[in-house]
């Protein structure tokens, strides 16, 4: 990780040292919604990505590389663990209304081909790189103590839960078009997958009484998609 983040450093000073001579270099900025999916859009909801890129013009032509930076937030589904609750115990928990979200913040090295156009010019992309989460809150894998009664509620959340930031390895694919609006100006759209290897939920036993238990299993693997538009501006 250490070698990617000093390798993302070099690359970001050289393009910025370098921005008022003849080297290739442009930049952009984009935001828009992203859309959690698979098991992670079970416990997670919809938020906010926002991302900055540096492009560097290649010998091939229409290849760039790239060094992004992004944040992207999720809010915590409480009805998730509500619902899981109620199948594996057949009640209701009462009272589970905690606020907590999560954050990631990738920083990807990669690659855009654009095909060549004299007006709206169509691109794909690759990124590989570390991608950071930040949980506040979550739960921590420590057993989760409930009463017995129905419904049910949790002794103590604040025992059970943790704010905590993750490291995990990952990559993203996308397309887009860009779109001339003035000089050395264009707008950027585009949708991207991304992945990351970031375990977003620990294993936690939920205990109400000896004959009234489980254990979840630990999610791993954060996947989700982002709709942005922004503008990519030439020197």
């Known amino acids: 990780m250490k070698k990617i983040l000093s390798l993302s450093a070099i690359l970001f000073l050289f393009f910025a040292g370098n921005s008022y001579s003849q080297i290739p270099v442009k930049f952009g900025a984009s935001i828009g919604p ?21 492009f560097y013009g290649l010998p091939a032509p229409g290849l760039d590389l790239t060094l992004s930076a992004g944040v992207s937030s999720f809010t915590y589904k409480n009805d998730y663990f509500i619902n ?11 009272n589970f209304e905690p606020d907590w979200g999560a954050m990631e913040i990738p920083i990807l090295l990669g690659v ?3 095909v060549p156009s ?17 949980f506040s809150d979550r739960f921590s894998g420590a057993q989760i103590l409930a009463n017995s009664s129905t419904p049910t509620s949790i002794t103590n959340l604040t025992n059970v839960s943790e704010s ?13 078009v860009e779109i001339p609006i003035l000089p050395k100006v264009d707008f950027d759209i585009s949708v991207k997958y991304n992945y990351s290897s ?4 620990k294993s936690y036993n939920f205990f109400r009484n ?10 791993k693997g954060v996947g989700y998609f982002t709709f942005k538009g922004g503008v990519k501006i030439g020197l």
Do not use: H, W
């Open 34 to 54: 992203n859309f959690p999916n698979g098991t992670f859009g079970e416990v997670y909801k919809s938020g906010i990505s926002v991302e900055v890129i540096a």
């Open 84 to 94: 899981e609750v109620k199948s594996k115990l057949l009640t209701v928990v009462d």
């Open 112 to 114: 855009r081909y654009r």
């Open 118 to 134: 004299p007006t709206a010019t169509p691109y794909v992309s690759g990124e590989v790189g570390v991608r950071l989460m930040s």
């Open 164 to 176: 905590k930031m993750d490291i995990g390895f990952g990559g993203s694919l996308g397309a887009g």
């Open 198 to 201: 970031v375990t977003f939920s």
């Open 210 to 219: 000896n004959n009234s238990q489980y254990t979840s299993e630990e999610l």
